[in-house]
């Protein structure tokens, strides 16, 4: 079967919050995946963390010039992301693209930490580039789908897997 077949027979995952994604990728790392996509589970790692860091960190400036466009994506693209079939294909943007040959458990564990920093973080969060600002619970499950949609790409290397 080519990718463009296997893409069509995505898992459905779907996590209650942000701790489930990374015990998925941890199942992922022990139990070994097929990618059915074009990055590795490292890759994928590297990008959620790159996706989510600027939550407390700040995004780049460059990024609010789009800012009047913010109440429309909420409108449309929001309640799709926040699906199990959200959609595929966009691009991503250069700073948030992972390199090549990363080490899938050293970004499993980063990815973990960066989810413990942004669970424990109390201050505020910096306006998502798309969506502007959110509320905390709404971020999460914001980064929570982001994570579902990039980890459904993989299926585990084991039999009757989700």
């Not at 890759?43 to 009047?68: E, K, N, T």
């Not at 509320?135 to 980064?143: K, M």
Request: charged share 25%; aromatic share 8%.
């Amino acid at each position: 079967m080519n990718k463009a077949a296997e893409m069509n027979e995505l898992r459905k995952l779907q996590f209650d919050d942000l701790e489930d994604a990374t015990n998925e990728a941890t199942r992922l790392l022990q139990t070994g995946y097929r990618a059915k996509g074009r990055w590795t589970l490292g890759q994928i790692c590297r990008h959620l963390r790159l996706v989510q860091d600027p939550s407390i960190d700040g995004y780049p400036r460059w990024m609010s010039a789009f800012a009047f466009l913010r109440p429309v994506m909420r409108r449309t693209l929001l309640p799709k992301i926040l699906t199990t079939d959200s959609p595929r294909g966009i691009p991503t943007s250069p700073p948030f693209q992972p390199g090549a040959d990363l080490d899938d458990a050293s970004e499993v564990e980063r990815f973990a930490a960066s989810v413990v920093r942004l669970k424990n973080h109390n201050g505020p969060f910096a306006p998502h580039p798309a969506f502007g600002k959110l509320e905390r619970e709404r971020l999460l499950q914001v980064h929570t789908a982001h994570a579902a949609h990039h980890l459904r790409f993989l299926d585990p290397d084991e039999p009757n897997a989700h």
